[in-house]
């Protein structure tokens, strides 16, 4: 068992707590609010697409320890991120 890991994985479920259910979209770096259109739907996209995810995979694998784990980590925080990008700046900037 990987205590860093459920550290790390419990502090990103409480930062999609804080995005998308609080909407504290303060705490997102590198966004220019004023150009953010919904500031409501970026709390939620941000919150329970990328942080949720990337949370609860990254306590899973705070149990379970396998050859490559930190290379599967790596590859699905990438693709959530990426999803979230461009999502972001499609739908929600003027």
């Given amino acids: 068992m990987d205590y860093g890991l459920l550290i790390i994985g419990i502090a990103l479920l409480l930062v999609s707590y804080l995005a998308a259910v609080k909407k504290q979209t303060w705490l ?8 953010i259109k919904n500031k409501s739907l970026l709390g939620k996209v941000t919150g329970g697409a990328f942080f949720l995810p990337l949370g609860l995979l990254v306590v899973m694998h705070g149990f379970i320890d396998y050859p490559y784990e930190e290379t599967v980590l790596v ?16 739908r929600l900037l003027d």
């Fill in 28 to 35: 997102l770096a590198g966004f220019n609010e004023k150009n």
């Fill in 75 to 90: 590859v699905a925080m990438l693709v959530l991120l990426t999803f979230t990008y461009v999502f972001i700046n499609r």
